[in-house]
């Protein structure tokens, strides 16, 4: 599935926001390479794409809302934002249920099922770290209690360890 379409209605959601443009596209190029790398059968490398790609949608909404992106409002608002947005551009149905759950959930870190959801968090983590600036002892605290997957692992000791 190709994601320019998707990536371009993105950039338009968070016009403004270059830092938020930003983020989920590196959420995307992380995704993509850990997916890539476990080797995920097609079906599924497309759904994690496209929910790396739209994984941040709630933060809008919540801003409105709540007057705070915080995680809980991003998970509560983000499901609805993003199952507009993909039936607009004619995305499959079944593919919209599991996007809609990966973004009502990618904050949440107990429970991950599904490598899909696993490499989510992974690849949102490797742009968080840097983007928050977190600590060597924080790091290898994220490592131990999330990180799974191999080619995840491998990019997380590259970048930071």
Do not use: W
């Not at 809008?60 to 609805?80: D, F, M, V």
């Amino acid at each position: 599935m190709k994601q320019s379409e998707l990536t371009l209605e993105m950039s338009r959601y968070e016009k403004g926001s270059v830092s938020r443009i930003n983020h989920f596209l590196k959420v995307y190029a992380f995704a993509k390479a850990i997916g890539e790398g476990e080797q995920f059968p097609s079906e599924l490398q497309d759904i994690l794409e496209t929910a790396a790609l739209v994984h941040d949608i709630g933060i809008k909404p919540s801003l409105e809302k709540y007057g705070s992106s915080a995680g809980e409002y991003q998970e509560k608002e983000g499901p609805r934002a993003v199952r507009v947005l993909l039936e607009n551009l004619g995305y499959p149905d079944e593919l919209i249920k599991r996007v809609c759950f990966l973004v009502g959930h990618h904050h949440t870190y107990q429970n991950i099922d599904g490598q899909d959801y696993q490499a989510l968090v992974e690849a949102d983590f490797l742009v968080n770290i840097f983007e928050g600036n977190m600590d060597v002892s924080g790091i290898r605290e994220v490592r131990q209690r999330i990180f799974r997957t191999d080619t995840g692992t491998r990019l997380l000791d590259t970048l930071y360890l």
